[in-house]
């Protein structure tokens, strides 16, 4: 068992609903159009498969998908979406449980990595990666750039989301690279707000390419965005390609 924090049946029953936007059409085109090009004619290995925002509508797009999911809860809603049969998940931590097979993309997204609160275990989630992937296949990260010119000194947080039905706001230790997201949801018309936080281990995208590197992985490539836009300085995250070697 990893450091992560593990999904309850609450938190796997309304995931859906509130990353609706984030599930949609439009939304997950360029993801899925993106991946689909990685993939080719091989299969793909979703990392933290979730409840299958991305892997169902992968499969569907005609590329065979295998994931692995910590949360039993999460994995219980996946069902309800598809059949083992068709799209088939392991139960385990992405960081050391393995599944028969290789695989020519390997994919983690939507900042997941930083799910595992530990560098030694982000590190041998590029390992477990590496270890599944076919020679010249990739693995694939989608991981926000962490905000820290938000902060002036004396202040360790920073709001993500202001709205009539959520507020967002990460506090941070510099010293241990740990945020902790904080979230206040309205529910209902009455006023009450419910709490809910998680904690993670932000990475910068020079730390990732030496994980990379410790699993035998080379980069090749990083964007700004599922579309490709050009990774800058100012980019708020970034979507990293690195290839196991032929």
Known sequence: MTSSELWTHETAERYDAEESEMSSAAALGPTLAFLAELAGDGRALEFAIGTGRVGVPLREHGVPVVGIELSEHMVAVLRRKIDEDVLPV???????????GTFSLVY???NTISNLLTQDEQVECFRNAARHLAPGGRFVIELGVPPLRFLPPGQVAVPFDVSESHLGFDTFDLVEQILVSHHFTREGDDGRYRRDNSRHRYAWPAELDLMARIAGLEPERRVADWGGAPFTQDSAKHISVWRKPA
């Open 90 to 100: 392991v139960v385990g931590d992405m960081a050391t449980t393995v599944v028969p």
């Open 108 to 110: 983690l997204v939507y």
